[in-house]
């Protein structure tokens, strides 16, 4: 079993681009959240997909966007991307949406936006 | 205020020694709470989670004690290894239908050989 597997593992934009962030989730797994982990900071909500529809989403700009695949593979977009925008982005995957179910994380994506 | 306030940043035990590392919460509707532990350049894992009608869970060396009245909650290393040097984020996600955790700003543990 790989896991969740995030792609690619770095990533250097310039200010102002888009980016696009990749997850396969567990094998098994139905549901993929994202996060963003600042550097020295807990990791923070993004949104979470489910049967391809955008379930719930924390408090990040429109400019953050994503997609669930048929096959519950996932992206993240970002557009106009922001210097404040570098950070590590974990996928996490879950089988359900459930509140107290065990969300299994990727090694994350570290984007650097210069 | 859907914040976790976790303390301290920073820790350092010597190994065989118990490592205690504690969370604090405002939000009542908070009902699930994991820890997770990272290691440099992974992503979280989760070690062990408690709901808030328990008092305390033990799985091998780590515990977590919850005191609902208190909105604070704490996780123990026993016998720290330095292999346990991590740092761990406490977390809390509400029974909303849906999973949204809120993480602390995590503890950088260094446990000493």
């Known amino acids: 079993d790989a896991g969740v597997t995030q792609s690619p593992t770095h990533l250097i934009k310039t200010r102002g681009q888009q980016v696009t962030l990749r997850c396969s989730p567990k094998s098994g797994h139905d549901t993929v959240s994202w996060y963003q982990q600042a550097l020295g900071q807990g990791p923070q909500f993004i949104f979470q997909y489910y049967e391809e529809e955008e379930r719930q989403r924390g408090n990040f700009p429109d400019r953050f966007s994503g997609h669930q695949f048929p096959n519950y593979s996932s992206e993240l977009n970002v557009n106009a991307l922001l210097l404040g925008d570098s950070a590590l982005y974990l996928c996490a995957s879950s089988l359900g949406t459930g509140y107290n179910t065990e969300a299994f994380f990727g090694q994350g994506t570290r984007l650097t936006v210069v | 205020q859907q914040q976790v306030k976790q303390s301290p940043q920073s820790l350092i035990v010597q190994k065989g020694g118990i490592s205690i590392i504690n969370c604090a919460y405002e939000?009542?509707?908070?009902?699930?709470f994991p820890w997770y532990q990272q290691f440099p350049g992974k992503g979280p894992a989760l070690l062990i989670a408690i709901r808030p009608d328990v008092s305390e869970k033990k799985e091998g060396r780590f515990t977590i004690s919850f005191n609902k009245s208190a909105k604070q909650f704490s996780l123990h290393i026993m016998d720290s290894q330095p292999g346990d040097s991590a740092t761990y984020f406490c977390?809390?996600?509400?029974?909303?239908?849906?999973?949204?955790?809120?993480f602390g700003t995590g503890t950088r543990l260094l446990v000493s050989p």
């Open positions: 939000n009542t509707a908070f009902d699930y």
């Open positions: 977390a809390a996600s509400m029974n909303t239908g849906f999973q949204k955790l809120v």
